[in-house]
C-alpha cells in the first residue's frame, strides 16, 4: 500500500542552526502538506503546497520557513534558523484533491521529531 | 476561528470494555468532521467521517455521529481490543475553498488484555 515516508524521524539541532525535514508522498498525488504538533498541543498546519506553489500558509508559516519539491518526489520543509519553541513533531502530509473537492483525506508520513537545544 | 477540543488523555480500558472519546467543534461554517488514528510507528490515518448534521461515521467497529445541536462528533465504540491502542485525532475541515483539516491535541488510547 502506498504511503508517505519522511526523514529523518528524529533529529536534534542546535538553536540557530538551519534544518531540513524530507517527505516523499504519495506518487500521484498532487497536494502537499506540512503540520506540526507541539507536545501536547494540538496538531496545527503550516503549509500547502500544489504546482509548485505554495497555495496557503498559517501565521506560524514565517519567513523562517520554506518549502520546496527539488525532484519529482521530495517535498522538503526548511527551518532557517531554529528557535527552541521550533522543537515539535512534524508531519508531513498529500493528498490527491485539495479545496472544496476534497473529501478530507490526507495521508500523513509518520512524523519527524526535532529537538531544538 | 475554527477549534476542536477533544478530551484529555490517555484513556486506559481493559479489552472489550466500551469506549467512548468526547470531541466538540467551533467553526463558523457547516464543516465536515473527521477521527483520524496514529497507531505506535504510523502516521496518521482517516479512520470516518461525516460530511454533514446527522450523519454516522463509522469504521474498524467505531462510530461517531455529527451533532450540530451540541457541535460534537464522540467517537465510540462497543468493544475495544488490545489492537485499538492509538492516538486518536478528531478534525474539521469547512466545505468550502482551500481549507485545511483544523485538528484536536488527540486522546491516547491504551487497552490492556
Known amino acids: 500500500e502506498p504511503e508517505v515516508t519522511q526523514t529523518p524521524s528524529h533529529q536534534v539541532t542546535q538553536m540557530g542552526q538551519e534544518v531540513i525535514l524530507r517527505c516523499v508522498p504519495i506518487?500521484?498525488?498532487?497536494?502537499f502538506y506540512w503540520y506540526r504538533q507541539i507536545l501536547g498541543q494540538k496538531v496545527e498546519f503550516l503549509v500547502s503546497?500544489?504546482?509548485?506553489?505554495?497555495?496557503?500558509k498559517s501565521e506560524i508559516f514565517d519567513d523562517q520557513f520554506s518549502v520546496e519539491r527539488p525532484d519529482g518526489s521530495n517535498f522538503t520543509l526548511k527551518i532557517r534558523s531554529t528557535k527552541l519553541e521550533d522543537s515539535a513533531m512534524y508531519f508531513c502530509?498529500?493528498?490527491?484533491?485539495?479545496?472544496?473537492?476534497?473529501?478530507?483525506?490526507?495521508?500523513f508520513g509518520e512524523g519527524s521529531r526535532l529537538t531544538v537545544l | 476561528g475554527n477549534s476542536v477540543t477533544q478530551m484529555e488523555g490517555p484513556v486506559t480500558l481493559s479489552e472489550e470494555a466500551f469506549l467512548t472519546i468526547n470531541c466538540t467543534y467551533t467553526a463558523t461554517g457547516y464543516p465536515s468532521l473527521f477521527w483520524y488514528v496514529q497507531y505506535p510507528g504510523e502516521g496518521l490515518q482517516l479512520l470516518l467521517k461525516a460530511t454533514k448534521a446527522d450523519d454516522k461515521g463509522s469504521n474498524k467497529g467505531f462510530e461517531a455521529t455529527y451533532r450540530k445541536e451540541t457541535t460534537s462528533f464522540h467517537l465510540e465504540k462497543g468493544s475495544v481490543q488490545v489492537s485499538d491502542s492509538a492516538v486518536y485525532f478528531c478534525a474539521l475541515k469547512e466545505n468550502s475553498g482551500y481549507s485545511t483539516l483544523t485538528f484536536g491535541k488527540g486522546t491516547m488510547l491504551l487497552v490492556s488484555p
Open positions: 502530509a498529500s493528498s490527491s484533491t485539495q479545496g472544496a473537492l476534497n473529501t478530507g483525506e490526507l495521508f
Open positions: 506518487s500521484n498525488h498532487l497536494y
Open positions: 503546497f500544489y504546482n509548485n506553489e505554495i497555495s496557503e
